[in-house]
């Protein structure tokens, strides 16, 4: 079975830096692309980024690039979500989510969902 944990959420200020952690568990035949996406408030959810945890490949949003990075750490079964320039807009619950299909950010292609981590970027 597939267990996802994300951690580093909280309350970031403009400017700062945030990195959030999924740490990710389960038969490596059930997935190989981890995922991060994020739902604003009143908003629908939408990708980040996703990583195949195999080979490293990653892909960020076009609307993200430069901003967030994407990372992994197979020693420790961890793949991480990063900016050094939050901005209020980037508040949001980030989720992590896990599949089998290659790199993609359609939600309804990951069958594996962690909780979330509230995130507010706020001064």
């Known amino acids: 079975q597939v267990q996802l944990v994300e951690s580093g959420g909280g309350l970031v200020q403009p400017g700062g830096s945030l990195r959030l952690s999924c740490a990710h568990s389960?038969?490596?035949?059930?997935?190989?692309?981890i995922a991060w996406f994020r739902q604003p408030p009143g908003k629908d959810r939408e990708g980040v980024a996703c990583?195949?945890?195999?080979?490293?490949?990653?892909y960020v949003t076009t609307a993200m690039q430069g901003r967030f990075t994407i990372s992994r750490d197979n020693a420790n079964n961890t793949v991480y979500l990063q900016t050094d320039d939050p901005k209020p807009e980037d508040t949001a619950v980030y989720y992590c989510a896990a599949t089998n299909w290659g790199l993609n950010l359609n939600t309804i292609t990951y069958n594996h969902w962690g909780q979330g981590t509230q995130v507010t970027v706020s001064s």
């Open positions: 990583i195949d945890v195999r080979d490293g490949k990653s």
């Open positions: 389960g038969s490596i035949s059930d997935y190989r692309i």
